[in-house]
T-cell receptor
Framework: GNSVTQMEGPVTLSEEAFLTINCTYT??????LFWYVQYPGEGLQLLLK?????DKGSNKGFEATYRKETTSFHLEKGSVQVSDSAVYFC????????????FGAGTQVVVTP | GAVVSQHPSRVICKSGTSVKIECRSL??????MFWYRQFPKKSLMLMAT?????????EQGVEKDKFLINHASLTLSTLTVTSAHPEDSSFYIC????????????FGDGTRLSIL
């Protein structure tokens, strides 16, 4: 079956540091890949997505590239802010199970001033 | 942009009562909505797929009679936790997507359910 594995948190770093959150997946087909962010006490918000190999999703300074050869979709940001403190979820959706999302366990990121 | 509204945001009730949670797509029609459950410091687990005008599709291990889903219109799905017990306490989140294919899900803000 499908699965999403992402690095465990919490990840604690200082403001303006470089952030990487690793995400790898297993899927039987050619899934779409997503990163969602959950701020404290809130629901999930789509951060970025990629629908095919070599696509790069980007938003708010975050980037992730769909790597089919390594089945990865790592999230990066060059300079984090305190406001980036949140839980980040990697997820996939198979083409033949439209809309159904398989989530990773989530990675909590804490950015200190 | 598209917005999904979920109500209530928080509910506290006694064991044995039933609780209804609403999920509305505010500016688009959603033939399919999804209900997730999130345990503390854990990921979201898909509970069921809510289909407008037909029965919901439940994931393995989810009790259909415990978690009743109704999707009576293209903008509203409801989840009713029947005869709730403390172990049903959790964060419940709904989502919906515009159109078909690889459109991303838009999530509600979630409902914090606490059963005393």
């Amino acid at each position: 079956g499908n699965s999403v594995t992402q690095m465990e948190g919490p990840v604690t770093l200082s403001e303006e540091a470089f952030l990487t959150i690793n995400c790898t997946y297993t899927a039987t087909g050619y899934p779409s890949l997503f990163w969602y962010v959950q701020y404290p006490g809130e629901g999930l918000q789509l951060l970025l997505k990629a629908t095919k190999a070599d696509d790069k999703g980007s938003n708010k300074g975050f980037e992730a590239t769909y790597r089919k050869e390594t089945t990865s979709f790592h999230l990066e940001k060059g300079s984090v802010q305190v406001s980036d403190s949140a839980v980040y979820f990697c997820a996939l959706s198979e083409a033949d199970s439209w809309g159904k999302l398989q989530f990773g366990a989530g990675t909590q990121v804490v950015v200190t001033p | 942009g598209a917005v999904v509204s979920q109500h209530p945001s928080r509910v506290i009730c006694k064991s044995g009562t039933s609780v209804k949670i609403e999920c509305r797509s505010l500016d688009f029609q959603a033939t399919t909505m999804f209900w997730y459950r999130q345990f503390p410091k854990k990921s979201l687990m898909l509970m069921a797929t809510s289909n407008e005008g037909s029965k919901a599709t439940y994931e393995q291990g989810v009790e259909k009679d415990k978690f009743l889903i109704n999707h009576a219109s293209l903008t509203l799905s409801t989840l009713t936790v029947t005869s709730a017990h403390p172990e049903d306490s959790s964060f419940y989140i709904c989502s919906a997507a515009e159109g078909t294919g690889s459109q991303p899900q838009h999530f509600g803000d979630g409902t914090r359910l606490s059963i005393l």
